[in-house]
């Protein structure tokens, strides 16, 4: 079968198939949303067998909810099951499109539908977080009233997008990026099936193809699954009629070098601890190449955490500003997305390459953390425990503490550590200008009231 007799096969298809006439104008990834949850793949968090999600959607017992989580990891799929499953009236509104009157129009039908047989209405707004203030406050009185249960999808973080009152009669479900794994199994799944999928193609994928569709897709199964259909339909047959979706196909597909991704999905992390590393040894150039090759992986959080952690771990307090100057870069990089962000990570990278390096706040809180976890930490002593509420000084409780802003230097020695741990020292200064600097400030106020209580005596 040629992509023709393909495309009249799709168009011949009943309305019961995949879409009925003209279906070979919806992509792969909407004729393959399974119909069922036992379809469904991934989000395993939320609809595992026994998880609440489940069992309230099995049920038929939904209350209102908003899904949350990036494209193509299943929330409209989630909702038409749901709408397939349940005996309510089920009522659909995209937030780009509709305004306040078909809000209330739908709660109005809502409103007579319970009124005449008692009947339930769900309704489901995708991309929810494009309603402004006065849309979301039209909802709010049915969704109270329970005359709907609203269904709410957003890739946006819903505590900041939707209104307070809206969330705090739903609950959040957030849904995650699809694992290889699940991505690997759409991928078989549509090449194996004969109606709604590639399956009467006669069309293969090799297995580094799939698994480098399933690697570089960003967990978006609507990425992965486009990626494919096109790489069948646009790859010439061979000589014995079969269509062979290859490794330099599925790059051009998905429009990404297999070069950054290897077949076991380590390079990522190969990638992001060459980047740490080269940042670590200030190598800038280095760090900026595995920033370029991070940013051909769109994976635009990962790097931003990873800043954030190199900002601490690895200049620390040798240059303290550096994590104010990186969280600006990376809030930047946020909020502009790529591929303008590429610029405000190069900044972020290069300052961090180029500063002098500290790991002395990653060994303190080591240390102290393992103390915490392996040996008898002791109890705080009396003086620092809070001496506010009563009865407190009859324990001893602040008796003897030593106000440090009541003398020189904002400082006077007193023990701070419990006395099981009264000799160790956790921090030890870095050998750079800052801490030294730090470092010998200590020493001298130190010195001058020990100075002054010498004198004193």
Known sequence: MDIFEYNEMLDRQSPGGAAGPGARKSPLAYRMRPKTLDGF?????????????????????LG?????????????????IIAGSTRAH?????????GKKDIE??????RMDRGLDGSKTILFIDEIHRFNKAQQDALLPAVEAGTVTLIGATTENPFFEVNKAL??????????????????????????DQENGLGAMNARITEDAADFLAETAGGDARAALNALELGVLTTPRGADGTVTVDLQAAEQCIQKKALYYDKDGDSHYDLLSAFQKSIRGSDPDAAVHYLARLIAGGDLESICRRLLVIASEDIGLAYPNAITIVKSCVDAALQVGFPEASINLSQA??????APKSNSA????????????????GSIPPH??????EGSKALGHGTDYKYPHAYPHHWVEQQYLPDALKDVRYYIPGDNRTERAAEEYMIKIKGDNHGRESDSV
């Open 90 to 98: 089920f009522r659909q509104l995209n937030a780009v499109t509709a």
């Open 384 to 389: 620092l425990r809070d001496s506010h509420y």
């Open 64 to 80: 209102s909810i908003i899904l949350y989580g990036p494209p193509g990891t299943g929330k409209t799929t989630l909702a038409q």
């Open 105 to 110: 129009k739908v709660i109005e039908d809502a």
């Open 349 to 354: 990278v290069l300052v961090l390459a180029t």
């Open 167 to 192: 969330l705090s009669r739903s609950r959040i479900f957030q849904l995650k990026a699809l694992e290889k794994k699940d991505l690997l199994k759409l991928i078989d799944r549509a090449m194996k």
């Open 41 to 61: 793949v991934g989000q395993e968090h939320i609809l595992g067998e026994g998880m609440l999600l489940r069992r309230a959607i099995q049920a038929d017992q």
């Open 362 to 377: 990653v060994m303190a809180i080591s240390q102290a953390l393992s103390d915490v976890e392996t040996r008898d930490v």
